[in-house]
């Protein structure tokens, strides 16, 4: 018989799975048992470190920060702590990270922010692979006399092809915006050849992380992009967007904040005020990657992003290749987006060709797999690749903390989920 243990043992990984397990206690939650989360897409569970970094902010250093009493200094200090240890992580320097209250938000704030030094007859780029929060602010960019181009999928794939790209820039070209990955087909796009095409012709790159930083936060600096957005609540951390916006183009754009604060470049951008105790808290992430890196070997400061994420990436490439093996031999499945693990992020999504995607995610429920349906966002990639967006698709999405035997038990729900009941009927 096999114990859960075994099914956890897996030689492929280099990834302690049961130290990174130990970091989130939502895991030893007794309301967890035989529950396996696959809706990570939409939202991580907080490591520890960040529940006890809330816990603590809130308990001892709920006030003003910055001022000279003691609590007030140190709650200045966490936060300050947080935007050197993430801006450590993503290869940029400390006031080039801003905080709001979610990713659409603030691209909603940039959007106001660049439409004040758009003209009329200059050009952006959009695409329809993106979630919309990369997509309706700067659609709405046309109602300024902009002209709005859209980057289209290939309806069969899900891909972005960067030919397209070339033939859409031109020297009016101001702005490109795009997903570093699909939160429904999970493709990777090449960033760095990407920003590269749009710097070539003079325009600036908004580069939605959000489905992509849960695999690994990226060097920024090497991606090239102008602005890389990503949500922590997807990222092991509290509720809040984090944004990169690179010295350059901060400079250029003006103050959305109050009018007083237009000298302090982090306040121009955050016109919510920032959320003290979260973006306090969210140092913790920093702390668990580092733990991670510690446990497994550690070395020198520098290298420790590149090592989480390679580590991250690694167990997440061993056991994607059961779930999309699984998908694409399944008969009444079509799988969105590439077969191939290196080329995605372990975000998957399907059509059930027999049953209703809320149906089958309902069936999944019943066997313990915590999964969701519908088009999330992305209805215009949904339209483009000719799925019915009201019904919209099942996604199932792991990260690097997802067990071998979790693997397993999705594979058996969906094996049930999937199948006709007697007499070949489905319900
Ligand atoms: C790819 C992608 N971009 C943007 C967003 C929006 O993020 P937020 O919920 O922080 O506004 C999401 C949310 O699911 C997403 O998946």
Redesign the pocket.
Known sequence: MTTTLDRNRNPELDLDIDFVRAQFPTFSEPSMRGQAFFEN??GSYPCNAVIRRLNEYYRRLKVQPYYAYRASTEAGEWMEATYARLAEYLGVASDEVHFGP?????TYVLAQALRKVLKPGDEIIVTNQ??E??GGAWRRLAEGGITVNEWRVDGETGRLDPAQLDALLTERTRLVAF?H???VVGHINPVAELTAKARAVGAVTVV?G??FAPHGLPNVAELGADVY?F?L??VYGPHQ?AMVVRRPLLDRLGNEGHVFNAPYPRKRLVPAGPDHAQIAAARGVAEYFDAVDAHHGGGDVAGRPKRVRELFRGAEVALLPRVLDFLTAHEHVRLLGPSNARERAPTVSFVPYLGEPERIAAKLAERGIMAAHGH???LRLLEAMGVDGSRGVVRVSFVHYTSPGEIAQLLEALDGALSPGEGGRFE
Request: overall charge negative; some cysteine.
């Open positions: 897409a939409g979610s990713t659409s938000q603030n993106d979630h929060a990369n997903p990955c699909s939160n939605d959000v489905a957005l949500s609540y997807k967007g999330f966002y992305a």
